[in-house]
């Protein structure tokens, strides 16, 4: 299980890096500030894509083989992207997020399958904020000029990762299928719940991706800015610890909302912005709450779905948010400012805070109260 949750890992560290990555990239001319979000969102749909087709066409394939493939091609085409700029880095980072979503979609099918799939969800996402935060860490120690120090450290990573196959199970058993359900779509509530979800998502790594050169606007050191994505990237690690800590001693509903209100009050005063060390506290609140929001969507979910259908397209939800965040952003970004991204991303927050609510108000009227309890 270790060893699933590891590999799996190495496909998304680039959702904690992003900062660091494009900041990189900005300051050698490589993209343009609206490539930004054109690169991010290409990468992020790609992996939920790669999701997709993986569970299409490879369940009856070997883990081993499915997966020593698919870290080949993660490593070879980070180490691709050292060599491209502009439409090339979208290009080369698309293939990537497809190569990532395969290692993805075996870690969850292990956690799936597993006895204890909430317990182990949460430790995926556990095991991503920190490897993240040691990835970040050490680039910003060892090499904090390095152009290519975020897909050369990915690469490494896939690398390194080939050893942890042989741990891994050889195939996947089929899961269980119900014959009697005529359709896997979610009620109406459920997709309002997915809406929610995506809201979120859109709002916060729409945010993440440019807070790089947000923070050198606001006049952050060439040192703040290196330690920024460590310090937030440690503070979701507390955040998601603080998320299973709290998890069946707080109601779902105050939770989200008030971390909701928590992302659209920390974004419309970075996107002001701040002076460079309120930044710096305000960038690190923002990973805190990031990681803390997300495991209260499993129980938004199973309420207001008890079914549970729309608990299993949360995670697709997150990834289309995680895209099309970026890409939204993307058209209000300039390379002067891009400050009224914050605020695009503060009502996106909004937004999602008001169909929560809207849940909570009607609850009553799904059928028989049949709420499943928390997960």
């Not at 099309?324 to 400050?339: E, F, I, N, V, W």
């Amino acid at each position: 299980m270790a060893a699933a949750l590891l590999i799996g890992t190495v496909g998304l560290v680039i959702a904690g890096v992003q900062p660091v990555f494009f900041g990189a990239l900005l300051a050698a001319d490589r993209l343009s500030a609206a490539q930004v979000g054109h690169v991010a969102a290409a990468e992020l749909v790609s992996i939920g894509i790669g999701v997709v087709i993986a569970e299409s066409f490879l369940e009856r394939v070997s883990v081993w083989l499915s997966t020593l493939v698919a870290l080949a091609l993660v490593a070879s085409l980070n180490l691709a992207t050292v060599w491209t700029s502009g439409l090339g880095v979208l290009f080369v980072r698309g293939l990537v997020g497809l190569s990532a979503g395969v290692l993805v979609w075996m870690t969850t099918g292990v956690i799936v399958r597993s006895a204890r799939p909430t317990a182990l969800s949460a430790a995926f996402l556990l095991t991503q904020a920190i490897v993240q935060f040691a990835t970040s860490t050490g680039l910003a120690i060892a090499a904090p000029n390095a152009r290519d120090g975020v897909p050369v450290t990915i690469a490494v990573l896939a690398v390194v990762a080939m050893l942890l196959v042989p741990l891994l199970p050889k195939r996947l058993n089929p899961l269980p299928r119900d014959p009697a359900q005529v359709s896997g779509l979610p009620p109406l509530r459920g997709w309002v719940v997915l809406a929610a979800s995506l809201l979120i998502q859109s709002c916060i790594v729409g945010a993440w991706v440019y807070f790089e050169p947000l923070g050198r606007q606001a006049g952050m050191t060439p040192q703040q800015v290196a330690f920024a994505v460590p310090a937030s990237l440690g503070a979701q690690v507390v955040g998601g610890f603080a998320a299973i800590f709290l998890a069946r001693r707080l109601p779902w509903f105050v939770s989200l909302i008030v971390s909701s209100i928590a992302l659209s009050a920390v974004l419309f005063i970075l996107s002001t912005p701040p002076g460079a060390t309120a930044f710096f506290v305000l960038e690190t609140l923002f990973g805190a709450v990031w990681i803390f929001i997300t495991p209260f969507l499993t129980p938004l979910s199973i309420e207001n779905d008890p079914t549970r259908r729309t608990a299993l397209l949360v995670p697709s939800a997150v990834l289309v948010g995680s895209g099309l965040g970026p890409l939204a952003a993307s058209t209000l970004a300039d390379d002067a400012s891009a400050g009224r991204v914050l605020q695009l991303c503060a009502l996106l927050a909004i937004g999602a805070t008001l169909l929560i609510v809207g849940l909570y108000v009607t609850r009553s009227r799904v059928a028989g109260g049949q709420a499943a309890p928390h997960a």
